[in-house]
């Protein structure tokens, strides 16, 4: 019966797994009564920080602003300051991370406006609203998921110790391997229902920031304007920019952004 303790701490972590990955479930849906604000009309950097994040804030603005011939976004991956006065806090922010000489490259002023002051109210604004996920919230379901993960490994890795243990005649290995199919069940079903209810959710949008995100792309398909243009950007990134100087001068900073790490590593 000495497999009998592995057995139970088989159940004990694949349980523990699971809960901890349910109550963080829990606690990234949960929204305060009322918070939503249901006739709530996103602007186009709030669609972006639901879509992307943070850094898709700053993509949004840097594209915006070199529409305008406000800003020069050069294929090399360098950006010039046209315009030095901003018309928000986003542009302000972008025109600070160049720098007074009014010259750099597009990786480190898109890292800088995405960490400025105006980029963190505006995730607090959207957090407050129950659009956005709270900080964390996605974090910890995806923790809770590798939790599990690791849990369905042991579970199998204690039931095959247990079963190369001695055992007596009249306890058949079939049986011993079934009890552990129980707490491996729970781990791989838990994980199931995890990729069916909870996978398909944004990293940073709230199920009802998802709603308001798909709302605003149906109103914005009917039209053919930079509106539109500007909505794509929001919610589907720099890969929806169609124009090949953009597109040149995003992809030279993806390249920069892997050779700085690289060089760091």
Do not use: N
Request: hydrophobic share 50%; proline share 5%.
């Amino acid at each position: 019966m000495f497999w009998v303790l592995f057995l139970l701490s088989a159940w004990a972590v694949a349980g523990l797994a699971c809960l901890r990955l349910c109550l963080a479930a829990v606690r990234a849906a949960a929204v305060e009564p009322g918070a939503v604000v249901r006739e709530h009309t996103l602007t186009l950097y709030e669609a972006a920080f639901l879509s992307g994040g943070p850094r898709r804030v700053a993509d949004l603005t840097l594209v915006s602003m070199a529409r305008q011939r406000r800003l020069l976004l050069a294929h090399t991956g360098w950006a010039t300051v046209v315009d030095p006065r901003g018309r928000d806090d986003m542009e302000r922010s972008v025109i600070g991370a160049i720098g007074p000489g009014g010259q750099s490259r597009i990786a480190p002023v898109r890292a800088a406006a995405a960490a400025a002051d105006a980029v963190r109210s505006l995730a607090d604004r959207l957090v407050g609203a129950g659009l956005a996920v709270p900080d964390g919230g996605a974090r910890g379901i995806a923790a809770g998921v590798r939790r599990v993960r690791v849990a369905a490994v042991t579970v199998c890795a204690l039931g095959l110790v247990a079963l190369a243990l001695p055992l007596p005649a009249t306890e058949p290995r079939l049986l011993i391997a079934l009890w552990f199919a129980l707490p491996l069940a729970l781990t791989l079903g838990c994980l199931a229902i995890t990729r069916m209810e909870i996978h398909p959710s944004s990293r940073w949008a709230s199920p009802a920031g998802q709603r308001l995100v798909g709302a605003l792309v149906q109103r914005a398909d009917g039209t053919a304007d930079d509106r539109t243009f500007l909505t794509s950007v929001a919610v589907r990134g720099v890969h929806a920019i169609g124009e090949p100087d953009l597109r040149a001068a995003f992809a030279h900073r993806e390249k920069y952004a892997e050779d700085h790490w690289e060089r760091r590593a």
